[in-house]
């Protein structure tokens, strides 16, 4: 049995966490099976990421974008739970059946135990954010520590569960953070962060999804997300008529921001330090004791029906 990993070029360690994170949790697996595609923690459920003709297990997987796919067949789908309540119900699944994220159980795990608090505040960006945006500059005025979500996936979670506090775009720095008992609140920078799945784990785990808006932090990531930067909208379609301009706004920011170009480009950023500072402030969320124990109680019988089943 292989897990499934959507390999992304950018790196982000909600989907990489998939590449250890089963072998904790059903050790053996890739011993059995072979035939059989785990697919686990990500926003995966969509026939144009699964092919079809291969035997899926569906262990905690989310949807979100796209058609969902027709799991009728029994013979290449065999579903034992799904991200949240809202997958269930697009699937045709009992409700009951949307437990959670399976990355919840990485709080268990002894290397991510007992770990000392060392970070107050920490940002951690959408990988988009990250990749467009200059928020490790925007993160130290506002008085926050900056986390890259494309980080090795062990080291962001460790960073993490060291926090005392997340602000988090990224969804699963929000379900790390819940999963560890550190308090989070959540921002957005554009309509093109997915709301459907941000909202499927925060109904399973009994919180509300209430994004505070941050505006973006560039106008090379205006562009990548298809809105505005300084009162002017910015689309993809609208700069692709000038070769020069397109390549020059969708082009990463470099490295080095010193001098002049620096100063300047933080000045720009200066409404984006200001909301990132104010969300900070506010108060966080957490899911009850209670509830997260009992979600993971009833993923470990998840589990344990497929060590039956499979092993």
């Given at each position: ?105 990485i ?15 920490t ?7 990250a990749?467009?945006?200059?928020w ?18 062990k ?51 009994g ?28 689309e993809?379609e ?52 209670d ?21």
């Amino acid at each position: 049995m292989k897990p499934y990993h959507w390999p992304s070029h950018h790196g982000n360690f909600g989907d990489d966490l998939n590449l250890w994170l089963w072998d904790a949790l059903l050790p053996g697996l890739r011993e059995v099976r072979e035939e059989t595609l785990l697919v686990g923690v990500g926003t995966v459920l969509n026939p144009t990421l699964l092919s079809s003709g291969i035997h899926k297990l569906v262990i905690g997987s989310g949807y979100g974008y796209g058609s969902p796919p027709d799991i009728s067949d029994r013979r290449e789908w065999d579903v034992r739970c799904v991200r949240g309540p809202k997958t269930a119900e697009r699937l045709g699944l009992p409700p009951e059946m949307g437990i959670v994220d399976p990355a919840v159980m990485i709080s268990d795990m002894k290397e991510f135990r007992n770990l000392p608090k060392v970070h107050k505040k920490t940002f951690v960006p959408h990988w988009e954010s990250a990749e467009f945006g200059i928020w490790k500059s925007v993160c130290e005025p506002a008085g926050l520590t900056y986390l890259d979500p494309r980080g090795e996936a062990k080291a962001v979670i460790r960073h993490i569960a060291q926090s005392e506090m997340i602000v988090a775009e990224s969804m699963h720095g929000a379900i790390l953070a819940d999963a560890f008992r550190v308090p989070w609140v959540a921002v957005t920078t554009s309509p093109s962060i997915n709301d459907f799945k941000w909202n499927d784990w925060a109904s399973s785990v009994g919180v509300q999804y209430r994004p505070r808006f941050v505006p973006v932090s560039t106008r090379a990531e205006a562009v990548a997300k298809k809105t505005r930067f300084w009162g002017i909208n910015f689309e993809r379609e609208q700069m692709a008529s000038s070769d020069a301009s397109h390549s020059d706004v969708l082009a990463r920011p470099r490295p080095s921001q010193g001098g002049l170009r620096g100063a300047a480009k933080q000045m720009l950023a200066a409404p984006s330090i200001l909301s990132l500072w104010q969300a900070s402030r506010q108060e966080p969320q957490l899911s009850r004791d209670d509830v997260l124990a009992s979600l993971k109680v009833r993923f470990r019988d998840v589990l344990d029906g497929v060590r039956r089943d499979y092993f």
